[in-house]
């Protein structure tokens, strides 16, 4: 650490930033609460079911562990706090409702795991934690309900626990086979989509700023990406807490959405399985948008020596776009933090992805608002898409934001069916950026995949 305050005094950065950055990046990881913070929503809006993912076995470097299902076993409680049963259709038997655990001093995750009968991978999965992210005093943990007693049956079975369920659990990246064209797969985009052209009165060009330019330059980005083995089925995310697992974009893998009157939006779905609920190696808790380049960050359990998380996750992924959603560490470092952001879109582009730049709900830099700003002089700068969500926040209770103004409400189930589903944070967040991926998509796809093969 000392030796990175000396490169940023050496950098030219005032005396009093470099301080300031030098403890942002000791203690922001800390200080911001988890995104579980939010779990006492989650855990009373809706009676369904939740499966996630995690890697936690080490493989040879430059592999990625296959991914674990988990599945959640919600009933969820209900506001008056009586579990609901789920749906008798989904075929699944009802378990225990889930729990929450306060981390408390000298706590691990084995010896929580050990208090509830559980193993630690378990609890790391249900709660989205990596091999390297720390507990702090005072956390929330979500406790996974253990399976119940298993039922007498006079047909012998095999003695064992019981499998999981396949039909929610969110797919890994699968291995890309011969991907030849939309038409081959029986997805067929349309310039130009047939559904609502607003989200909450706010229109859907209005939030997702594309012109002609941008247009242009996005297919020539996607071309050149081809050219170097990108995979057109494939897209990444970059950000911190507030694009974590479960919540960012994950239920749509997880078939977790009722996409009620945007129904449009599902072959993109569709097209992109396995992306929604991927765990980024770049998608860490407390991330600053400089440490996308910092090799510290890296998970070294899928990255190789050295590689910085970006560099690792493009190797790993080949995504033809990428969301970038930073900005929430970043506050009171506006020349540092659009120094880095330009550095990761210029990044993106020489290797032939198209960055979809997201600007965040809250308005912790001030009434100048300087970290959205920068990002949309960033997007018209380098002629890439920019999805504002900032301006559909605003139709949003309370910007969408929970009790500690930087991360969202949330729901397990997006149900657009439901106007409840557009007053949280979380639903809205993934709506918009489902779109975003939507338009690029249908733009990208005019210039045609056929008879290409990724391997």
């Known amino acids: 650490m000392k030796f990175r305050y000396i490169a940023l005094?050496?950098?030219?950065?005032?005396?009093l930033v470099a301080i300031e950055v030098f403890f942002l990046a000791l203690n922001r990881k800390s200080l911001l609460p988890?995104?579980?913070?939010?779990?006492?929503e989650i855990v009373t809006s809706a009676p369904t079911r939740a499966v996630v993912t995690v890697r936690v076995t080490p493989t040879p470097e430059g592999q990625e562990a296959a991914p674990t299902a988990v599945d959640l076993g919600l009933p969820l409680a209900t506001p008056t706090g009586q579990p609901a049963s789920p749906p008798a259709s989904d075929g699944i038997a009802a378990l225990a409702g889930p729990r929450l655990h306060t981390v408390g001093l000298r706590e691990t995750l084995p010896s929580i795991a050990g208090q509830y009968g559980i193993t630690a991978a378990e609890l790391m999965a249900v709660n989205s934690l990596g091999a390297f992210d720390t507990l702090y005093v005072g956390q929330l943990l979500l406790i996974p309900p253990a399976p119940p007693a298993a039922t007498p049956s006079a047909t012998p079975t095999t003695p064992g626990p019981a499998a999981l369920t396949a039909t929610l659990a969110v797919p890994g990246p699968a291995a890309p086979a011969s991907l030849a064209s939309a038409d081959d797969q029986g997805?067929?985009?349309t310039s130009i989509p047939a559904g609502p052209e607003a989200v909450s009165g706010v229109a859907v060009d209005t939030f997702i700023v594309m012109d002609d330019a941008v247009r242009r330059h996005i297919r020539e980005i996607y071309a050149r990406g081809l050219a170097l083995g990108n995979n057109p089925r494939a897209f990444s995310k970059i950000g911190d807490s507030t694009t974590a697992n479960p919540y960012f974009l994950a239920p749509f893998d997880a078939g977790l959405y009722d996409l009620g009157d945007y129904e449009y939006l599902q072959p993109a779905i569709d097209y992109f399985a396995g992306s929604f609920g991927r765990n980024s190696v770049v998608v860490r808790i407390g991330l600053h948008s400089w440490s996308v380049f910092d090799p510290m960050w890296s998970d070294p359990a899928r990255c190789q020596s050295g590689e910085a998380p970006i560099v690792c996750e493009f190797r790993l992924h080949r995504p033809s776009i990428v969301f970038i959603r930073l900005g929430a560490n970043d506050s009171g470092v506006p020349r540092l933090f659009a120094d880095s952001m330009r550095q990761i879109v210029e990044y993106a582009l020489d290797a032939g992805v198209i960055p979809i730049l997201g600007t965040r709900p809250d308005q912790n830099d001030g009434a100048a608002d300087s970290g959205n700003n920068l990002i949309r002089q960033i997007a018209a700068e380098y002629q890439v898409p920019l999805w504002d969500f900032d301006l559909i926040a605003q139709t949003i209770p309370g910007q969408g934001l929970g009790g500690d103004n930087v991360h969202m409400t949330a729901l397990y189930r997006q149900d657009y069916t439901?106007?409840?589903?557009?007053?949280i944070g979380h639903s809205v967040h993934n709506l918009t950026a489902l779109i975003a991926l939507d338009r690029v998509w249908r733009e990208v796809m005019q210039i045609g995949l056929q008879g290409r093969t990724f391997s």
């Open 34 to 40: 988890d995104p579980l913070t939010s779990v006492a």
């Open 187 to 189: 997805i067929v985009p």
């Open 9 to 15: 005094a050496a950098a030219g950065i005032p005396l």
């Open 418 to 423: 439901s106007p409840r589903a557009f007053q």
